[in-house]
């Protein structure tokens, strides 16, 4: 599996980016797909995932940080093997470099960074004041 992430920028508090994740390769073995986020001197951390495969969390496919719940969407169009994460009301503490990663291999612990084991390249996002 291959992931290719898109969609970063400097923007002003307040407003929006969307980013993007293509995937190629073996997708049809993606049970998760998660977007991460690691902002300076800090450790890599879940923002939001989508089931890609069967399950739910709950009754819903989607998952979000606390700290993104309401601000973030996470969204997927099947056809383009794409995972859209669409960030709105962006604060300057959302300042990080975001990743997309796929997890093949479910054991359900999804907000863990060890458990995806294909990773995109990562794209910045710089929130200003």
């Known amino acids: 599996v291959q992931l290719q992430a898109s969609g970063g920028g400097l923007v002003q508090a307040g407003g929006s980016l969307r980013l993007s994740c293509t995937a190629s390769?073996?997708?049809?073995?993606?049970?998760?797909m998660g977007w991460f986020r690691q902002a300076p001197g800090k450790e890599r951390e879940f923002v939001a995932g989508i089931r890609l495969g069967s399950g739910t969390w709950g009754s819903r496919t989607t998952i979000y940080a606390d700290s993104v719940k309401g601000r973030f969407t996470i969204s997927k169009d099947n056809a383009k093997n794409t995972v859209y994460l669409q960030m709105n009301s962006l604060k300057p503490e959302d300042t990080a470099v975001y990743y997309c990663?796929?997890?093949?291999?479910?054991?359900?612990?999804?907000?863990?960074?060890?458990?995806?084991?294909?990773w995109g390249q990562g794209t910045q996002v710089t929130v200003s004041s």
């Open positions: 990663a796929a997890d093949v291999g479910y054991s359900g612990r999804y907000y863990l960074s060890i458990e995806y084991e294909y």
């Open positions: 390769g073996r997708t049809s073995s993606i049970h998760i």
